[in-house]
């Protein structure tokens, strides 16, 4: 079983409380010791994107790791003292986790008192059998299933735990190992479930800083349960994210505001500057718009964006 273990580096200052004070010293460890490095972004980030508003019944998915374990406090906590009354339901779907696993995510429902509404599925095995990757599978399989049981439960949002650091991680994997500059958006509405929308609450928020409130408090979560991963060796466990966090941390070595830059950049876009783009499908070059600000006959017809005028590699002039 993989964990984020921090009792021994930490206060564990909630783990010797009878269970109501654990979870109400775990809250207030939110909204005190770290009120500015994760509830002032927390917030921010909900106010910015404009992820809850009044009426909303959102469905806070939790795996059992750290991050959606704090965004369950966090929700739980701004439900109690927003202005925009929201109504909140605790979701964890049981992929086929080990006894071990599934022991340790009620425990620490329990010491947090957060009503966790289970339900099994068999996804890691599903995931393993096909053809496809399966961290894909398991991930596409996920969402279908939390839309489904969320939208059964009266839901019309589903909360998840992505934090900055997968926004920023996720936008790098796109451009090397994906060709493309997109990113992981704070809120999406679902193509398949109509009326459902997908939310990031924790969007503004570091992992070094959920690790840190971890830590303070004394409590190991779930770090990875998939059982693909748990049979490899520690050293052996290797990809494209871990790559890439470990290439963010080296750029910030350099320069401080790498991290922050990247984030930045995807909200300032200059589409003036873009060689090509795409949307709802459709590819649009540079040259369409150039092409039009030109007189007529001084460039030839466009047949599709990207192919009239193939790109250089270079080896010749």
Wanted: with cysteine.
């Amino acid at each position: 079983m993989l964990l984020f273990d921090f009792p021994s580096a930490g206060r564990g200052i909630a783990r010797h409380l009878d269970t109501p004070d654990q979870a109400a010293a775990i809250e207030r460890s939110v909204i005190k010791k770290y009120k500015k490095t994760i509830w002032h972004p927390f917030v921010g980030g909900c106010k910015d994107y404009r992820l809850i508003n009044a009426g909303d019944r959102i469905a806070v998915c939790v795996s059992g790791g750290k991050d959606s374990f704090l965004l369950a406090v966090c929700l739980r906590h701004l439900q109690t003292y927003s202005d925009v009354p929201f109504e909140l339901e605790f979701l964890c779907m049981d992929p086929g986790y080990r006894p071990e696993n599934r022991a340790l995510i009620e425990e620490n429902a329990a010491r947090m008192q957060i009503p966790l509404h289970f339900f099994q599925t068999d996804v890691f095995e599903a995931a393993e059998s096909g053809k496809e990757s399966a961290c894909y599978l398991c991930g596409r399989m996920r969402r279908g299933y939390l839309y489904k049981h969320a939208q059964a439960l009266g839901c019309n949002k589903i909360a998840l735990g992505h934090h900055f650091d997968d926004v920023i991680e996720t936008t790098l994997m796109s451009m090397i190992w994906g060709g493309e500059v997109k990113t992981m958006l704070p809120r999406l509405q679902s193509a398949h479930y109509a009326g459902m929308e997908l939310i990031r609450p924790l969007y503004l928020v570091h992992e070094a800083q959920i690790v840190a409130w971890a830590r303070y408090n004394g409590i190991s979560f779930l770090q990875c349960a998939c059982r693909a991963a748990q049979r490899s060796e520690e050293g052996e466990r290797r990809g494209a994210r871990a790559e890439t966090k470990e290439l963010i941390a080296a750029l910030r070595k350099t320069n401080p505001q790498a991290d922050m830059n990247i984030f930045r950049s995807m909200h300032n876009i200059n589409l003036n500057m873009a060689l090509g783009w795409t949307k709802d499908g459709a590819a649009h070059s540079f040259l369409d718009e150039y092409q039009r600000a030109l007189p007529s006959g001084l460039l030839p017809p466009l047949e599709k964006a990207g192919e009239t005028f193939p790109c250089s590699t270079g080896e010749g002039s």
